[in-house]
């Protein structure tokens, strides 16, 4: 049972490049979200797919697209990434109600020089 | 403004030893909370939740406690092993009122070393 599973693990880019994030989940979830982890802060939400067909802002939306592709994957695109965006991303899914937990991905760590 | 914040930011301990993590927040409407154990280079994974009506709950050798009064939670360990060295995050859930999705708020972690 693989759970969530990200690609690429590592990454470099150069300011302007622009890239795809690939996260795939195979327990049937309906909910799946895209987080970056800073040093020093929490877990901030990017974007979220409450079920599939439907994508919502979170607090940090800003510089990135997101595509619920079927119910099994959710991609997140950087179209012209920035050293700000340098950061850990973290895919994760849930069952839809708002007790259950996060099932997290291993992440992907991106570098933009 | 919801917040989450933990204390200490990082600990140290001999194997073998106890210790307590602390997460106060600020929530409301609060749903529950619930405390993910974060190894390096990997994703959190849940350790355990607590709704209002729970004051202790066990799963191991970690014991979780909630006051929902002082709004206050921590997280204890007991007879630590070299595998408990992690980032320990504790997330506040906003009740949702019936929908499928409740805000979280993510605390910043307590960092963890458990040294032999």
């Known amino acids: 049972n693989a759970g969530v599973t990200q690609t690429p693990k590592f990454q470099v880019l150069k300011t302007g490049q622009s890239m795809t994030l690939q996260c795939a989940q195979d327990m049937n979830h309906n909910s799946m979200y895209w987080y970056r982890q800073d040093p020093g802060m929490g877990l901030r939400l990017i974007y979220y797919s409450a079920s599939e067909g439907t994508t919502d802002k979170g607090e940090v939306p800003n510089g990135y697209n997101v595509s619920r592709l079927n119910k099994r994957e959710f991609s997140l695109r950087l179209e012209s990434a920035a050293p700000s965006q340098t950061s850990v991303y973290f895919c994760?899914?849930?069952?839809?109600?708002?007790?259950?937990?996060?099932?997290f991905g291993n992440g992907t760590r991106l570098t933009v020089t | 403004k919801n917040q989450v914040e933990q204390s200490p930011q990082s600990l140290i301990i001999l194997e073998g030893k106890n210790c307590t993590l602390q997460c106060n927040y600020t929530v409301s409407p609060f749903s529950n909370l619930r405390w993910y154990k974060q190894d390096t280079g990997r994703g959190p994974v849940s350790l355990t939740i607590m709704t209002f009506s729970e004051n202790t709950k066990s799963n191991g050798r970690y014991t979780a406690t909630l006051d929902a009064d002082t709004k206050q939670s921590s997280l204890h360990i007991t007879a630590s092993q070299l595998s408990d060295s992690a980032s320990y995050i504790c997330?506040?859930?906003?009740?949702?009122?019936?929908?499928?999705?409740?805000?979280?708020?993510f605390g910043q972690g307590t960092i963890l070393t458990v040294h032999p």
């Open positions: 997330v506040v859930a906003v009740d949702a009122g019936g929908t499928s999705y409740g805000k979280l708020t």
């Open positions: 994760a899914s849930r069952e839809g109600f708002s007790g259950a937990p996060l099932h």
